[in-house]
């Protein structure tokens, strides 16, 4: 059969053919698509939605599975939680009953009254479940890039500096059971902040986890071998953690001498715990929040451009 014969006029071709050669935005819609209330025709509907909702979907996804990966990590390690509220119920119950009068007889903000050491030192506690989450999660990125995961997870369509928020965020809320069973705890010992306080403390802790994140996620872009790792961090957590008001206030360090007061001043951890402290309690500390998220924010773009591989810090270095 010729191909002259096999064509057919355009005349001639029956509606309904004509109407399913049609695209999608210029066919007429059905009967039920008209009844929806809902229903809006393909025409209406902006370019920019229909190309915004795949790519919010694709973020969406990649965020969750990351999310996914660090419970399920999380949970396949069960003694990570019981090692991380071992910590701080020490330092509350141990430490604290021989450091009782250390601070029983003062009256500082947030407090409006007279607390004991164990009031005083548990923001602080909260701030080392955060921190000591953060190097672990700091420490698994080492590993995932040794194993090779991390290359994966770096070949994603998403920027990258979506997948490293991605984890950060993953982390901060990883630490949250931790955070809440560890205050279930510490209100059998007199430790009862206000019931508004255990809510307004989620965002600053979550801000917290995300810059302590972002430090020991740039930090661990400097370290090559596993090996490597607990040392260094034992140069950053525990001065980190002893330089700063978790355990003592800001004016016994002054006290104590000028140069440990700056220290302890400049030292990120100590606004890190104050935030905390004024947000279990109903207040907000401007300076401390700014502090914070600015370097949050430093931080957070130091580890991105340390993971890049074209604009890496570490290669740049090599070349």
């Not at 164990?118 to 995932?144: E, H, K, R």
């Not at 872009?221 to 950053?236: P, T, Y």
Request: charged share 10%.
């Amino acid at each position: 059969m010729s191909s002259d014969s096999a064509t057919v006029p355009a005349s001639k071709q029956s509606p309904h053919a004509s109407k399913q050669s049609l695209p999608a935005s210029r066919q007429s819609p059905t009967a039920f698509q008209q009844a929806s209330p809902t229903f809006r025709p393909p025409s209406e509907v902006s370019p920019l939605i229909r190309q915004w909702q795949p790519g919010v979907i694709g973020y969406w996804r990649t965020f969750t599975g990351i999310t996914q990966r660090e419970f399920l990590r999380f949970i396949q390690q069960r003694t990570r939680f019981f090692s991380a509220l071992i910590r701080p119920l020490l330092w509350l119950i141990v430490f604290a009953a021989g450091f009782r009068a250390v601070l029983g007889v003062s009256i500082m903000p947030p407090y409006g009254t007279y607390i004991t050491y164990q009031v005083y030192i548990a923001p602080g506690l909260i701030a080392m479940i955060i921190l000591f989450n953060a190097m672990q999660s700091a420490l698994s990125m080492v590993y995932d890039r040794e194993m090779g995961s991390m290359k994966v997870l770096l070949t994603s369509p998403q920027p990258r500096s979506f997948l490293l928020f991605s984890k950060l965020m993953a982390t901060a809320l990883v630490a949250l059971p931790q955070i809440y069973a560890f205050l279930l705890i510490a209100w059998f010992v007199d430790v009862d902040p206000p019931w508004s306080g255990y809510l307004a403390v989620l965002p600053a802790c979550l801000l917290v986890s995300l810059m302590l994140g972002s430090i020991g996620l740039f930090i661990s872009s400097f370290i090559r071998q596993l090996e490597n790792f607990a040392g260094v961090m034992n140069f950053v957590i525990f001065p980190m953690f002893f330089l700063s008001s978790a355990l003592y206030p800001l004016w016994k360090m002054q006290e104590a001498g000028p140069v440990l007061y700056a220290i302890c001043t400049a030292n990120p951890f100590t606004h890190a715990v104050e935030l905390i402290r004024f947000s279990l309690y109903g207040e907000l500390d401007i300076t401390s929040l700014a502090l914070v998220f600015a370097i949050t924010l430093a931080f957070l773009t130091l580890a991105v451009l340390s993971f890049d591989p074209q604009k890496g810090i570490l290669r740049n270095k090599k070349r």
